[in-house]
């Protein structure tokens, strides 16, 4: 068990589902929790919890920082940003395509991370130290025939992660993603009994809510940690890549000798 007493959190996407788990979570571990939600819905989680509310649209850059901003003049400092906020696909990409709904993916699963992240950054930079969790998905390091877009704004937030956290850590910050299987949410909605009746496994949201704590203490960055049934979360063992940045074969030339002309 984690004790957050005394930190502060910003949560987005509190309103409901994993983000609230994790918004309730962190306060009973001590944590001040500010939760950041479009729907309004987050006033009555954060007055559960004794935290407080603010009215985030996460598809806007001044929006996030604002959110961070709340914590910081609230409490003085923001020790985690849990950047959860995200909406669920489903259709056929190939045979019917939906630039609207698109956009709509993009602009909640891919640039609220891209603007949370960089929110939460321009605080810890000037403090020194914090944790960044990121909400992807089991199809952010899979193929989903199912639901096509969701899974490439999934992979590109797990990209993005992957990318950012080494340059980061020398400032003092972690930034991991968690990536559930099917979870008990709005996103799923009425396709959790279907899921279930052919075997599926559902999660809870607490269930996150466990893996979010488990991470926070490993001290870990920059992975992808499957949250998944019988088991704890672990990390992604992701392929080596191929040597791009040198060619064994190429030996290099020799620096010409030049002598000095008396």
Not at 83 to 108: C, K, M, P, Q, S
Not at 202 to 225: I, M, R
């Amino acid at each position: 068990m984690i004790d957050l007493t005394g930190q502060v959190a910003v949560v987005t996407g509190a309103a409901s589902g994993i983000g609230a788990a994790v918004a309730r979570r962190f306060a009973s571990r001590g944590a001040h929790v500010v939760v950041a939600d479009v729907d309004p819905a987050g006033k009555d989680v954060a007055d559960a919890i004794n935290g407080v509310f603010v009215h985030t649209d996460v598809t806007g850059l001044d929006d996030n920082h604002a959110a961070m901003a709340v914590a910081v003049d609230r409490f003085g400092r923001l020790d985690v940003a849990v950047l959860n906020a995200g909406i669920g696909e489903t259709g056929a990409y190939v045979d019917n395509f939906d630039l609207e709904r698109y956009r709509n993916i993009v602009a909640v699963n891919l640039d609220g991370v891209v603007y949370g992240t960089k929110a939460a950054l321009d605080v810890f930079k000037t403090q020194g130290s914090g944790s960044i969790l990121v909400m992807s998905s089991l199809s952010g390091v899979s193929a989903s025939p199912f639901n096509p877009l969701y899974a490439a704004s999934k992979h590109a937030v797990v990209g993005l992660v992957r990318s950012v956290a080494p340059t980061v850590a020398e400032r003092g910050v972690t930034l991991n993603a968690l990536c559930p299987t099917f979870i008990d949410t709005p996103i799923l909605g009425d396709a959790v009994p279907y899921l279930r009746s052919v075997g599926m496994a559902v999660l809870s949201p607490e269930h996150v809510a466990d893996a979010a704590e488990s991470v926070l203490t490993s001290g870990s960055t920059g992975q992808a940690w499957l949250v998944v049934p019988h088991t704890d979360p672990f990390p992604f063992a992701f392929p080596q890549p191929p040597e791009l940045m040198s060619d064994p074969a190429h030996q290099a030339t020799p620096a010409l000798q030049t002598t000095e002309v008396q």
